[in-house]
């Protein structure tokens, strides 16, 4: 028998209607105080900004964490409430999105909960009902525990949105180590598919040095990686064995097949950066690296990956014509 089999065992199981934002607040602070393990909670997009903006509530739940305590919530994150999840993910919340969610409950470890009523920040909570009967608990907690496995992780979602309002822009940047930083951020960024272009073979061996390959090599499973880059018969062997993963695909084009010194990095089709090579034969990767230009702008991306892709699709021809 388990402690949660214990309690309800060992405590009378009641169900209760409170009335009052202070009897409510105080309700609350109470179970928290007496948490030993757990704590998921489940709002609409309006309780992010109830939990911020009441100072004792967030303070509490801040000592929870502090504690120990592992604290999940399920709610709505949009364009309005982005910036309170950000606060709540820093406060050390776990947080997940669950697009057009309505209902707010909480439930303490397992073994009590709670219901309220949130229309929107301004008007404080005026009814709450509470229980602690064992079969309605463990229905909710299994509804909770569902939605939980189905929703976006919090930080994915707040980089849509964030991506969603960012204006448009084009930046030439002059200062190598910003341009690498660049570089290596949109990569450890990549949801769908990182495509990268290499104008030289030295390009290529500066960024095994750099670190941008053991980059892609981490990224997530579910991200797609094309490499292009030089034909040279005598390290395509060396470098395919440095990619046995099946997401990650190399082809060769021919030098005459590209006329610049422009290596290319497009990451889900949302962000380009083209940064010239004004010296190839430097080992040094931040003596090489020229004037870049950075850009999501629709416009912009839509041309480095229209070009990627017509090399690409000329780099498979050659190989097949190559193998004949």
């Known amino acids: 028998m388990d402690l949660?089999?214990?309690?309800?065992?060992?405590?009378?199981?009641?169900?209760?209607?409170?009335?009052?934002?202070d009897n409510i607040i105080d309700k609350t602070l109470k179970a928290f105080q007496e948490l030993k393990y757990c704590m998921d909670g489940c709002w609409d997009s309006a309780g992010p900004s109830m939990v911020i903006a009441t100072?004792?509530?967030?303070?509490?739940?801040?000592?929870?964490?502090?504690?120990?305590?592992?604290?999940?919530?399920?709610?709505?994150?949009?364009?309005?409430?982005?910036?309170?999840c950000k606060m709540m993910a820093e406060d050390g919340h776990h947080l997940r999105h669950l697009?057009?969610?309505k209902s707010n409950f909480s439930i303490t470890d397992r073994l009590e909960y709670?219901?309220?009523?949130?229309?929107?920040?301004?008007?404080?909570?005026?009814?709450?009902?509470?229980?602690?009967?064992?079969?309605?608990?463990?229905?909710?907690?299994?509804?909770?525990?569902?939605?939980?496995?189905?929703?976006?992780?919090?930080?994915e979602r707040i980089r849509e949105i964030e991506e969603e309002l960012r204006p448009g822009f084009t930046e030439r940047i002059s200062d190598p180590y910003e341009i690498e930083k660049i570089a290596f951020d949109l990569v450890k960024s990549a949801k769908e598919e990182v495509m990268v272009l290499f104008s030289t073979v030295n390009a290529f061996k500066r960024q095994e040095r750099s670190g941008l390959i053991r980059l892609l090599q981490e990224t997530n499973s579910t991200v797609t990686i094309r490499i292009l880059m030089p034909a040279a018969?005598?390290?395509?062997?060396?470098?395919?064995?440095?990619?046995?993963?099946?997401?990650?695909?190399?082809?060769?084009?021919?030098?005459?097949?590209?006329?610049?010194?422009?290596?290319?990095?497009?990451?889900?089709?949302?962000?380009?950066?083209?940064?010239?090579?004004?010296?190839?034969?430097?080992?040094?990767?931040?003596?090489?690296?020229?004037?870049?230009?950075?850009s999501n702008e629709e416009s912009v991306v839509l041309i480095h990956d229209s070009m990627f892709e017509m090399l690409w699709i000329q780099t498979e021809l050659y190989q097949t014509n190559r193998t004949k």
């Not at 005026?126 to 079969?135: D, P, Q, R, Y």
Request: hydrophobic share 35%; no cysteine.
């Open 99 to 101: 697009a057009g969610i």
């Open 4 to 21: 949660i089999d214990l309690f309800f065992l060992s405590t009378p199981e009641t169900t209760e209607v409170m009335y009052g934002a």
């Open 114 to 155: 709670q219901a309220t009523i949130i229309t929107r920040q301004e008007r404080p909570i005026k009814e709450a009902i509470v229980s602690n009967v064992k079969t309605f608990v463990e229905g909710q907690q299994f509804l909770f525990d569902t939605l939980w496995s189905s929703a976006l992780p919090a930080e």
């Open 233 to 294: 018969l005598q390290l395509e062997k060396t470098i395919k064995d440095k990619f046995d993963d099946q997401r990650i695909k190399v082809q060769y084009f021919l030098d005459s097949s590209l006329q610049n010194n422009l290596s290319k990095l497009v990451v889900d089709k949302k962000f380009s950066l083209v940064v010239e090579i004004k010296d190839d034969t430097e080992d040094n990767p931040y003596e090489t690296i020229g004037m870049a230009t950075y």
């Open 55 to 84: 100072e004792p509530i967030r303070k509490a739940l801040k000592e929870l964490v502090k504690r120990g305590i592992n604290t999940r919530y399920l709610t709505d994150i949009n364009k309005d409430n982005f910036s309170y």
